[in-house]
C-alpha cells in the first residue's frame, strides 16, 4: 500500500451486470479517476464468469498479465485497486474444499500485486443446503464465518469489503434494527471487515445521515455505499448522464467510503464521476465562514465544459483514436445487412469472444472494433443506393463531414438522460407539456370550439402544441447531430437511446399534430378519448407508482412515460425495436396529411407499381389509376386518418387508416366506387393482370362480419424501399394505431400479398398475426390484425 493515501474510499465499483469494460477503458477510466481526485476502483462485473458464475476457477497466465497489468496501472495513478469475488451462487459454506478453492483464487490475485480484496454476497438466494443448515445456525452465521477466515488468511488486509445479502434498508427483514440477520453480520463479522450498504434503496434517491446512522448502530461499524444512482444495468432503455446528486458532502463522517457503480456504457460516466470528484475534494476542504460546499449545479457546468472538450475528440469506440489507415473488406457488413429485411440490428459496440472473455476473466486486451465504421457507413449505403434509382442515391442519409455537438446540444442531451428519479429541465418541459395536452385536447376536438370550449382555452393549446412539436424537433436534431459528431466512442454507446427516444417523440409529435380536430366528441356512437384506458391514465410513472418505488419498476424513463401518454403505450413491441445496422442523420417526420399532398403520394405509389411490375403493366396510362385505386378512397373519404411520411426531400411514405370499415363501405358503395366508374369507364385492351386490377378497383370488398367485429379498423403502409432507418416506417403504423385508438378502434387490420415476405415479417413483428386463412379470405391476400 502507498502512504499518505485518503482513509475514505471514493472511486468507482466496475459490478454492473453486462459487458465488462475493456482494458483501454479502464486505463482511460484511471486517468480521469487521478485527474479528478477519486482514489479507489473495485473489480466486480457480475458478467465476468471468473468473478461469479466460475469463481471457483484460477486464471490463466494470460488472464493474470492483464490482471497484473491492470493493477499495476491503478498503482502508478495511486489508486487503490480492490479485487472482488462472488461465490454466494453455490458455494456450500461448510465445505472445506471450497472453502480452499476460495483462498487459492484469491491467493493467486494476492501474488500479481493485489492489497485491497472484497467479498460478495448480493443477489442470491437465502437458502442453505442440508450440509450448511447442519453446520450453522443461521444464513448470516455461515457468511460470516467464511468471511472471518477469508479475513485472516489475507492477512487482515487495511481494505477488506462484505456485502451482505441484506444491502439496503428495504432488503431488511423486518426492519434495519430488527434484522436478524444484520444484527448477526454486525456483532461476528471482524473489526477490521468494512460492510457494504446502498441506502435506502437497491437505487437510493438519495441519503441521509439518520438513515446511515441507524445502519452504523447495527453493524457496529460506518458502511461503505455502494452508490447505484448511475446504474443502468436494469433497463435497456435509459442511461444517466446527470450528475452526483442526493449526497450531501457531510455524509463523509458516517462512511467509511463510497463508490459509484455507474452506466455499463462506458462513455456515459464522464459528468457523473467528474462531479463525484467535485463531491470527494469539497468533502475533504474544510469550509470558513460562509463558503459553499458542494454545489451541484457548479459541479455539473464544470463537467459540462470538460466534457465538451473531450466531445471534440475524433475517437473511435473503446477509446482508440481516429486512424487513417484503410479500413478492411465490407464483406461481413454486407452479410449482416442481407440477414434482415428492415437492418434491425444493435448500434452499440461488440467484443469479439477470446478465450479469456469467454472463460469469464477480465475483457481482453482487444479493443472493441467500431460496429459500423465511417467508411463501412458510406460503403454500405452506397451499396443500398446503387441497387436502385438515382432519387434512391439522394436519399440514403448519408451524413458528409463531422463536428462536435454544440453545448445547447450538449445540455439537452444531460437534461433529458438525467437520474433515475428525476428528470431534467427539458425532458420536465416536454413531459408537462405532453401531459397537459393529452388531458385538455377535448378543447380541439371536432366540437372543440363550440359553446363549451372558449376559445382563449383552444389557443392555449396550440400554443402549447407547439412548444411540445419544437421540443421534438430539437430532439430529432440532436439525433442527426450525434451521428454527424467527430467522436464516434459517445456515439456508439449513447446512439441506441436517442435513437429510441427520437421514435418514441416521432409517434407523439406525429399524435399531438393529428389531435386538433379529429378526436370525436363526447355524444359519438364511436366513443371518445375517454374511453382509452391508458390515454387517460397517470401522467408518469413517478405518479403512477410512487417516489419510493425501485426505477426499475417503470420500465423506459423518458421515452417509457411519452409511450404511455400515448393510447397504444402499453404495446412494448410498436416502440421497443434494436436500432438499425446503418445509423443515418436524415430529418423525418410525420404528419396529418393535406390535399396538397395527394399529388405526391399518387406519384409515389405509382412508382412503387412500377418497379413491383415492371413493363407487364404499361397498358395501364392513366397517371392517376394506381393511387386511385391504392389510396383514393380512403384520402377522400376519411382523410383524418391519414398520416404522411416526409423527409429532407419530401414525401416518402404515408399510412391511411379507416376507422369504421363497415361504415366505410357504404360510402364508398354510394359515392367513390360510382365516381371512379365514370372516371374509368371502360376496360382498355392489354395484359390480363391490367383487367383484373380494373375490376379490383370497382369492386366492393367485404369482410366477414366476424371479423369486423374484433378488428373493425384498416391500415394501409405506404413507403419507398430505400429508407435506410427503416424504423420511421414502424413509427408511421404506431402513430396511426394511436389515432384510431384514440378514438376507440379495438382492433385493426391490414391485407399482404403472400409473396410480399418481407412486409409480413415487419408486420409480425408489430404483433400481427394472421386472422383470416382459406376461404374466408378475401382474393389472394393474406389478412392480418392486431388488437388494439
Known amino acids: 500500500m502507498m502512504e499518505g493515501r485518503d482513509d475514505f474510499l471514493c472511486g468507482v465499483v466496475e459490478g454492473f451486470y453486462g459487458r465488462p469494460w475493456s482494458m483501454e477503458q479502464r486505463k482511460v477510466l484511471f486517468q480521469w479517476m487521478q485527474r479528478w481526485g477519486?482514489?479507489?476502483?473495485?473489480?466486480?462485473?457480475?458478467?465476468?464468469?471468473?468473478?461469479?458464475?466460475?469463481?471457483?476457477?484460477?486464471?490463466?497466465?494470460?488472464?493474470?498479465?492483464?490482471?497484473?497489468?491492470?493493477?499495476?496501472?491503478?498503482?502508478?495513478?495511486?489508486l487503490r485497486f480492490v479485487y472482488a469475488i462472488s461465490p454466494g451462487q453455490d458455494i456450500v459454506f461448510s465445505s472445506s474444499c471450497d472453502l480452499t478453492l476460495l483462498k487459492r483464487k484469491l491467493r493467486q490475485v494476492a501474488e500479481l500485486g493485489c492489497h485491497a480484496f472484497a467479498l460478495l454476497f448480493d443477489d442470491i438466494d437465502h437458502s442453505m443446503c442440508q450440509a450448511d443448515r447442519e453446520g450453522f445456525s443461521s444464513f448470516a452465521h455461515a457468511q460470516v464465518t467464511v468471511a472471518n477466515e477469508i479475513f485472516r488468511f489475507l492477512g487482515n488486509p487495511p481494505v477488506f469489503l462484505?456485502?451482505?445479502?441484506?444491502?439496503?434498508?428495504?432488503?431488511?427483514?423486518?426492519?434495519?434494527?430488527?434484522?436478524?440477520?444484520?444484527?448477526?453480520?454486525?456483532?461476528?463479522?471482524?473489526?477490521?471487515?468494512s460492510i457494504i450498504w446502498t441506502g435506502k434503496k437497491v437505487i437510493s434517491r438519495d441519503l441521509c445521515a439518520d438513515s446511515l446512522a441507524e445502519v452504523q448502530s447495527v453493524i457496529r461499524r460506518p458502511p461503505l455505499v455502494w452508490d447505484n444512482l448511475h446504474a443502468n444495468d436494469y433497463d435497456s432503455r435509459r442511461v444517466f448522464l446527470g450528475p452526483f446528486k442526493g449526497r450531501p458532502p457531510g455524509l463523509r463522517a458516517h462512511l467509511r467510503g463510497l463508490l459509484l457503480n455507474p452506466n455499463c456504457e462506458f462513455e456515459a460516466n464522464f459528468i457523473p464521476l467528474h462531479t463525484l470528484g467535485s463531491w470527494h475534494k469539497e468533502g475533504k476542504e474544510e469550509r470558513k465562514g460562509d463558503e459553499e460546499g458542494y454545489g451541484v449545479e457548479r459541479a455539473l457546468s464544470v463537467a459540462l465544459q470538460d466534457w465538451m472538450k473531450e466531445l471534440s475528440l475524433p475517437l473511435q469506440p473503446g477509446r482508440q483514436v481516429r486512424s487513417t489507415d484503410p479500413k478492411p473488406s465490407l464483406s461481413s457488413v454486407k452479410s449482416k445487412s442481407s440477414d434482415s429485411s428492415d437492418n434491425q440490428h444493435e448500434a452499440k459496440p461488440k467484443t469479439s469472444i477470446t478465450s479469456s472473455r469467454s472463460s469469464g476473466a477480465l475483457a481482453s486486451d482487444e479493443i472493441p472494433?467500431?460496429?459500423?465504421?465511417?467508411?463501412?457507413?458510406?460503403?454500405?449505403?452506397?451499396?443500398?443506393?446503387?441497387?436502385?434509382?438515382?432519387?434512391?442515391?439522394?436519399?440514403?442519409?448519408?451524413?458528409?463531414?463531422?463536428?462536435?455537438?454544440?453545448?445547447?446540444?450538449?445540455?439537452?442531451?444531460?437534461?433529458?438522460?438525467?437520474?433515475?428519479?428525476?428528470?431534467?429541465?427539458?425532458?420536465?418541459?416536454?413531459?408537462?407539456?405532453?401531459?397537459?395536452?393529452?388531458?385538455?385536447?377535448?378543447?380541439?376536438?371536432?366540437?372543440?370550439?363550440?359553446?363549451?370550449?372558449?376559445?382563449?382555452?383552444?389557443?392555449?393549446?396550440?400554443?402549447?402544441?407547439?412548444?411540445?412539436?419544437?421540443?421534438?424537433?430539437?430532439?430529432?436534431?440532436?439525433?442527426?447531430?450525434?451521428?454527424?459528431?467527430?467522436?464516434?466512442?459517445?456515439?456508439?454507446?449513447?446512439?441506441?437511446?436517442?435513437?429510441d427516444l427520437r421514435n418514441t417523440l416521432l409517434v407523439a409529435k406525429a399524435f399531438i399534430c393529428w389531435l386538433e380536430g379529429r378526436i370525436m366528441s363526447e355524444s359519438s356512437q364511436l366513443g371518445s378519448w375517454k374511453n382509452c384506458f391508458h390515454w387517460c391514465g397517470a401522467s408518469s410513472g413517478a405518479e403512477l407508482l410512487g417516489m419510493e418505488a425501485e426505477p426499475w419498476v417503470f420500465k423506459g424513463g423518458l421515452s417509457g412515460e411519452v409511450q404511455m401518454l400515448m393510447p397504444v403505450g402499453t404495446s412494448r413491441e410498436l416502440f421497443s425495436h434494436p436500432p438499425p445496422l446503418f445509423p443515418t442523420c436524415r430529418l423525418y417526420n410525420i404528419r396529418p396529411f393535406q390535399q396538397k399532398d395527394k399529388v405526391a403520394l399518387y406519384r409515389m405509389v405509382h412508382q412503387l407499381y412500377q418497379m413491383g411490375k415492371g413493363s407487364q403493366d404499361a397498358t395501364i396510362s392513366h397517371p392517376d389509376f394506381i393511387g386511385d385505386r391504392c389510396l383514393g378512397a380512403s384520402l377522400a373519404l376519411c382523410p383524418e386518418y391519414s398520416l404522411v411520411l416526409e423527409d429532407e426531400l419530401g414525401v416518402c411514405g404515408c399510412a391511411v387508416g379507416i376507422l369504421d370499415v363497415r361504415s366505410f363501405a357504404k360510402r364508398c358503395q354510394a359515392t367513390w366506387l360510382p365516381a371512379m366508374r365514370d372516371k374509368y369507364p371502360s376496360l382498355p385492351r392489354g395484359h390480363a393482370a391490367t383487367k383484373e386490377a380494373l375490376l379490383y378497383c370497382h369492386d366492393e370488398q367485404d369482410y366477414p362480419d366476424s371479423q369486423l367485429y374484433h378488428f373493425p379498423s384498416q391500415l394501409k403502409l405506404e413507403a419507398l424501399p430505400e429508407l435506410v432507418d427503416c424504423s420511421v416506417s414502424r413509427s408511421l403504423i404506431t402513430a396511426l394505431l394511436t389515432a384510431l385508438k384514440a378514438n376507440s378502434s379495438q382492433g385493426v387490420f391490414c391485407e399482404v400479398q403472400p409473396t410480399d415476405g418481407s412486409r409480413i415479417e415487419f408486420l409480425t413483428k408489430l404483433g400481427f398475426l394472421e386472422i383470416l386463412r382459406g376461404e374466408a379470405r378475401p382474393r389472394e391476400g393474406v389478412v392480418l390484425g392486431r388488437l388494439l
Open 38 to 78: 477519486l482514489n479507489t476502483y473495485l473489480y466486480g462485473p457480475k458478467d465476468d464468469l471468473k468473478h461469479r458464475l466460475l469463481w471457483r476457477e484460477v486464471y490463466s497466465a494470460e488472464e493474470e498479465a492483464q490482471l497484473k497489468a491492470l493493477i499495476g496501472e491503478a498503482e502508478s495513478r495511486a
Open 162 to 193: 462484505f456485502c451482505p445479502t441484506e444491502y439496503c434498508s428495504s432488503l431488511c427483514t423486518p426492519s434495519v434494527s430488527k434484522s436478524p440477520y444484520l444484527l448477526t453480520i454486525g456483532e461476528d463479522l471482524l473489526p477490521g471487515i
Open 369 to 499: 472494433a467500431d460496429p459500423v465504421t465511417d467508411q463501412d457507413l458510406e460503403a454500405g449505403e452506397n451499396q443500398v443506393s446503387r441497387s436502385s434509382s438515382h432519387e434512391k442515391t439522394s436519399r440514403r442519409g448519408l451524413c458528409s463531414g463531422r463536428a462536435p455537438l454544440s453545448e445547447a446540444q450538449i445540455r439537452l442531451l444531460v437534461g433529458l438522460y438525467y437520474l433515475p428519479h428525476e428528470h431534467g429541465p427539458p425532458a420536465q418541459s416536454l413531459m408537462q407539456d405532453l401531459a397537459w395536452l393529452k388531458a385538455n385536447c377535448h378543447c380541439v376536438s371536432v366540437n372543440g370550439n363550440g359553446k363549451k370550449t372558449p376559445q382563449q382555452k383552444a389557443e392555449e393549446w396550440r400554443g402549447r402544441a407547439g412548444r411540445f412539436l419544437a421540443a421534438c424537433d430539437d430532439v430529432a436534431l440532436l439525433h442527426s447531430a450525434m451521428v454527424n459528431s467527430i467522436n464516434r466512442a459517445v456515439l456508439y454507446d449513447l446512439y441506441p437511446y436517442i435513437w
